[in-house]
């Protein structure tokens, strides 16, 4: 299994709403990691896990808090997002932990709108 | 400061001939990735290339790696109109594998 899910598709969110993206991947990577794609534009990382906990906060807002429950999974919570922040968010995954060398593979986003 | 300049940023193409995309980065590295990303979608891995010299083929496409002048190429032969996508390449800056990506190059193909 070479795939990373993630859920929902699509969500739109007022800007005092609380919700969460979800992202997971069977394949028993190691590494994983959020990244924001605005239109046009290539991917920002936003954060990396490896070996469950944070290695790398690419200095998020705290609107985006992360978490890492087990090595399969991997959320991000939104709270009081701005319109700004609607974008494409990708979740990835690696073997190995973050630092290794080996290709990110990509799931299919969540389209995310903030009205 | 960790850079990716690919050009051309756009590139409209006719069918059947030859182009090729240039990725210059900015420091050392020796992991170059190239995505595609059609419209609306997520990223799909195309080539991983790992050493200098290395030279990867997969149908019409072909991504080369010079590690010392920092530059990788994505040759295209004989577009297709299937092939129109934006194209990304990346390096893995050492550091907690942290991928820098290019502006990415929107490719058409026209008949």
């Known amino acids: 299994d070479t795939e990373v899910t993630q859920t929902p598709k699509h969500l739109v969110m007022g800007m005092t709403n609380k919700k969460s993206l979800k992202c997971e991947q069977h394949m028993g990577h190691r590494a994983m990691y959020w990244y924001k794609q605005k239109a046009k534009k290539p991917p920002e990382l936003m954060f990396v896990?490896?070996?469950?906990?944070?290695?790398i906060n690419e200095s998020v807002p705290s609107r985006f808090s992360p978490e890492c429950p087990n090595s399969s999974l991997l959320n991000l919570h939104l709270h009081a997002l701005q319109p700004e922040d609607s974008a494409l968010y990708l979740c990835?995954?690696?073997?190995?932990?973050?630092?290794?060398?080996?290709?990110?593979?990509f799931g299919p986003g969540t389209r995310l709108t903030v009205t | 400061e960790l850079k990716v300049e690919q050009n051309p940023l756009f590139l409209s193409m006719q069918e059947g001939k030859n182009y090729t995309i240039y990725c210059n980065y900015s420091?050392?590295?020796?992991?170059l990735y190239w995505y595609r990303q059609d419209p609306g979608k997520s990223l799909e891995s195309l080539f991983v290339?790992?050493?200098?010299?290395a030279v990867k083929q997969e149908g019409r496409l072909m991504a080369s790696l010079d590690t010392k002048a920092r530059l990788s190429t994505l040759h295209i032969t004989a577009a297709v109109h299937d092939l129109s996508a934006t194209y990304f390449c990346?390096?893995?800056?050492?550091?907690?594998?942290?991928?820098?990506f290019g502006q990415g190059t929107e490719l058409s193909v026209k008949p």
């Open positions: 290339l790992l050493s200098n010299g």
């Open positions: 990346a390096f893995l800056y050492n550091q907690g594998g942290k991928l820098i």
């Open positions: 896990y490896s070996y469950e906990k944070l290695s």
């Open positions: 990835a995954s690696s073997q190995g932990g973050g630092g290794s060398p080996y290709e990110q593979y």
């Open positions: 420091t050392t590295s020796d992991r």
